[in-house]
């Protein structure tokens, strides 16, 4: 056990501090529920007081309690307006040190929800107008019982006081009583600040609408986190394998074979010139928090040839069989049908070798896509890459989201990827 500066007395400052700034603070948002209430009272006093033959609120207790009365249920049904719940969760995070978890902060649908918000703004507001009538009347009167001795002694008054005090005894009491009464003002703050603190995550916190409100909208960002990570990987990650190999390919050749050395330059150009713009669309997702589509998406109609030219400038032979019209395809299914096809002769510039044939075949049976590509497996290990790839898990989420399969392996000494995408014409026109 050591002294006050020791561990123990640092452990007893620290507490004390902390109470007192929860006691602050609660005190602080109490006062607050109390000048709320005012104007609530002021319109029931326009009611209450000729009700009860007074003109005057501040003249009559009476008129006071009973438009106090009134005011409360008046408060509730305003606390049905969509501020309030995040307002009040606002001020009760910030003022009463409930964690903000604990509390929703989004407007109120459910009426379940509005009746808890109309439930704590009246608990608010009514404990708060009557502690901020005792921190106005309870101050000044125990600051008089405090000097009533010395006013007494000096100037013979008892400040309109009882008769009581002019006993000795209740003269040597008041003091006393006037501390007493300061105890018992901050005695109820403190509770009072610990009952709102205490229920304010009953009434304000989140209800299970709530909980799945927020469930779906993490799970729709993640959707999109996700997505906006699938284009990365194939754009991106086809752009360097593409250009890796065409540079690769072209140093090689570079003195006795200028003509193959300008056409993978310029593959180079095209692949890294579309590749930036698809990069510029996906960030501006992130900056702009928008949906993709900023600028147009690669789709088999458009853009399959280009794909097959730069990956054959980058030394792979590819022979494509499509046996149905792009163009006739729904627009999503046509623009995640090449984002396949585009990773997997990614995987086949990888993996094949060099001067690799790699045979692609696109069809139409049975109401689906099929689209094969099939490309020699390399005889020696694979190059490595840090990490992994995850090619083929993009590749299973797309043909999944929409409602297809996709299939990858070895297969009579070749690497084989067979997917299938229905090609149901009500689907693909949204994003998945």
């Given amino acids: ?26 005190w ?21 007081g000729p009700v009860l033959g007074s003109r005057y609120l501040f003249g009559d207790p009476y008129v006071q309690l009973a438009s106090f009365a009134v005011a409360l249920p008046l408060a509730a049904v305003t606390s049905l307006f969509p501020p309030t719940r995040p307002l009040e969760a606002a001020a009760v995070r910030a003022l009463c ?12 649908r459910t009426r379940a929800a509005k009746r808890r918000t109309a439930a704590w703004f009246t608990l608010h507001l009514g ?4 502690l901020s009538g005792m921190t106005l009347a309870v101050p000044p009167f125990a600051a008089v019982l405090m000097v009533l001795p010395v006013a007494g002694v000096l100037f013979d008054t008892r400040l309109g006081l009882p008769r009581v005090f002019e006993h000795a005894w209740a003269l040597a009491l008041a003091p006393v009583a006037g501390v007493a009464t300061l105890l018992a003002l901050t005695g109820c703050a403190a509770g009072a600040g610990a009952l709102l ?25 993640l959707a999109l986190r996700n997505r906006i990570a699938r284009e990365l990987h194939d754009s991106v990650g086809h752009a360097l394998s593409a250009v890796t190999l065409q540079a690769g390919a072209a ?3 570079l003195d006795s074979d200028p003509g193959f050395v300008r056409e993978a330059l310029a593959a180079i150009e095209d692949t890294t010139r579309r590749t930036v713009s698809e990069l510029d669309a996906v960030l501006g997702v992130l900056r702009d928090g928008d949906a993709p589509g900023t600028a147009p998406a690669p789709a088999l109609a458009a ?10 400038a980058g030394g792979l032979e590819v022979t494509a069989d499509v046996a149905v019209d ?6 999503l299914l046509s623009r995640e049908a090449y984002r396949i096809v585009q990773e997997g002769l990614t995987n086949a510039l990888r993996h094949g070798g060099e001067r690799a044939t790699v045979a692609l075949r696109i069809a139409e049976a049975g109401g689906h896509l099929e689209i094969t590509v099939r490309n020699p497996l390399r005889a020696g290990p694979s190059p490595a890459r840090p990490g992994g790839g995850h090619g083929l898990d993009g590749i299973a989420d797309r043909a999944r989201l929409l409602g297809g399969t996709a299939r990858a392996g070895p297969d009579s000494g070749a690497w084989l990827l067979h997917v299938r995408l229905p090609t149901d014409r009500t689907r693909g026109r949204g994003t998945p």
């Fill in 1 to 26: 056990m050591t002294g006050p500066t020791g561990p123990t007395g640092a452990t007893g400052l620290t507490g004390l501090s902390g109470f007192r700034k929860a006691l602050f603070g609660r």
């Fill in 28 to 48: 602080v948002h109490l006062v607050l529920g109390g000048a709320l209430a005012m104007p609530y009272v002021f319109v029931a006093s326009v009611v209450v």
């Fill in 97 to 108: 040190g409930v964690d903000a978890d604990a509390l929703a902060h989004t407007p109120a």
């Fill in 127 to 130: 404990l708060g107008g009557v």
């Fill in 197 to 221: 603190a205490r229920w304010a995550p009953a009434l304000l916190g989140p209800t299970p609408a709530d909980r799945l409100a927020a469930a779906e909208e993490r799970a729709a960002d």
């Fill in 251 to 253: 140093r090689r050749v």
């Fill in 303 to 312: 853009d399959l040839d280009g794909l097959l030219r730069r990956t054959r």
């Fill in 326 to 331: 792009p163009a006739s395809l729904p627009p």
